[in-house]
């Protein structure tokens, strides 16, 4: 007896005989019209995701984007991520940077990495658009109440190369793009795929994008919340809960060793948020643990690959004033960070599947495409290896 059919396989099937094109039109593929991991019956690891499967899962957290689209050939975009909803500037939040491979340029690492915390939202963008991404987020907060007096401010801002889709030396991102993303964000659902600073990245050979996930510890584990949002742009083999995707598809760095063929460059942005009570030493070790789960999707960290995870708590107790009055802040001891370590890994490679899955096929300068990995053919090999459609 066969396996039965994946429910999205007939979903697909029903949409594509109730909806056709008129002659000559091209129907357009819309983010909705793309599955999650889950959708498919992807399930990676033992520990369940929060209400959203997303980093928005950790209460108070908040995702915009800006996406910019612009002919002939711009294809990029912003997105923020802000920790809580006062003021992160006043109610600086442990966190700590993990660099995997430093081939890249993100701006406020080295404050962040000797103070361990975090007084600005994150930014995401395209390589060259960080400077004018960082100039944009000092002037909106400068502009805030309460800013008048302050004469330093630590941007961070992380980015990955979207150059062979967009036109990325006319460095297109504008301060109104940094304002929509910062002002638009919201909890709740985040938008994946093709969108913000994912508009214009390709991973793995297909387009990829932004991508999220979480995960909910057991109360007996602490109840904690671990979310995670990734900007995939790079190369590698891809994996998919175990399976070899990228090979059975035939697409995959190092195909046929020539000389100049995909040597798995690129980069990724991976920020880490959670509700447990972390100091950032114990945040760069959440963070590490992100790389792991990064490697279980067929990733390397190549050469020119920039590698980089932002780790940070968003408990109240371990929050920190910008003055010099003492506080007395909670610590989570070590012996209880390791279900912390597992979730994390758990949702940095739901979250870079999801990134893939969720992305629409583009076209941008020069008439370039990147495509959307087919939902079928992934199916049938996630089949095939017992992934999805077990009895």
């Keep these: ?41 992807i399930e990676i690891g033992i520990f369940t995701p929060g209400e959203h499967n997303a980093i928005t899962d950790v209460p108070g957290v908040r995702v915009g984007h800006a996406t910019v689209s612009e002919d002939p050939g711009v294809r990029t975009g912003v997105t923020a991520i802000l920790p809580h909803g006062g003021d992160l500037f006043r109610e600086r939040v442990p966190a700590a940077i993990h660099v995997g491979n430093g081939f890249g340029k993100l701006i406020g690492i080295t404050q962040v990495r000797e103070l361990g915390e975090l007084e600005t939202p994150i930014l995401l963008t395209c390589t060259l658009c960080v400077w004018n991404a960082a100039d944009a ?15 330093s401010i630590n941007p961070l801002v992380g980015e990955t190369n979207d150059g062979g889709l967009s036109d990325i030396r006319a460095r297109p991102i504008r301060e109104e793009h940094v304002v929509e993303a910062l002002e638009g964000a919201a909890e709740g659902p985040v938008a994946e795929g ?27 584990l602490g109840g904690f919340r671990i979310g995670v949002l990734v ?45 447990a009570p972390l100091s950032d030493r114990n945040l760069e070790r959440l963070a590490a643990r992100a790389m792991m789960g990064l490697a279980r999707t067929g990733a390397f960290a190549g050469n020119g690959s920039g590698d980089y995870v932002i780790a940070f708590s968003t408990a109240e107790g371990v929050r920190r004033g910008g003055g010099e009055e003492l506080r007395a802040l909670v610590d989570l001891p070590n012996a209880r960070t390791s279900a912390l370590f597992q979730g994390t890994l758990e949702a940095t490679e739901e979250a870079v599947v999801n990134s893939l899955l969720k992305a629409t096929t ?13 939902i079928d053919e992934v199916i049938t090999v996630l089949e095939a290896h017992g992934v999805i459609g077990r009895p």
């Design 194 to 220: 093709s969108v913000g600073a994912g508009t214009g990245t390709r991973a793995f050979g297909w387009k990829g994008g932004i991508g999220t996930s979480s995960r909910v510890l057991p109360e007996s």
């Design 137 to 151: 987020m000092v002037d909106w907060l400068l502009r805030r109440p309460g800013m008048e007096g302050v004469r």
């Design 1 to 41: 007896m066969g396996r039965p059919m994946h429910p999205f396989s007939f979903t697909t099937l029903a949409l594509a005989l109730l909806v056709v094109p008129l002659e000559g039109q091209a129907m357009p593929e819309a983010p909705d019209d793309r599955p999650r991991a889950r959708d498919l019956g």
């Design 231 to 275: 900007q995939s742009n790079f190369g590698g083999i891809l994996t998919i809960d175990g399976a070899p995707v990228g090979q059975a598809l035939g697409r995959y760095s190092f195909q046929g060793a020539v000389e100049g063929s995909d040597a798995g460059d690129g980069s990724i942005m991976i920020v880490v948020a959670t509700d």
């Design 362 to 374: 583009v076209t941008g300068v020069d008439g370039t495409t990147a495509e959307a990995i087919p």
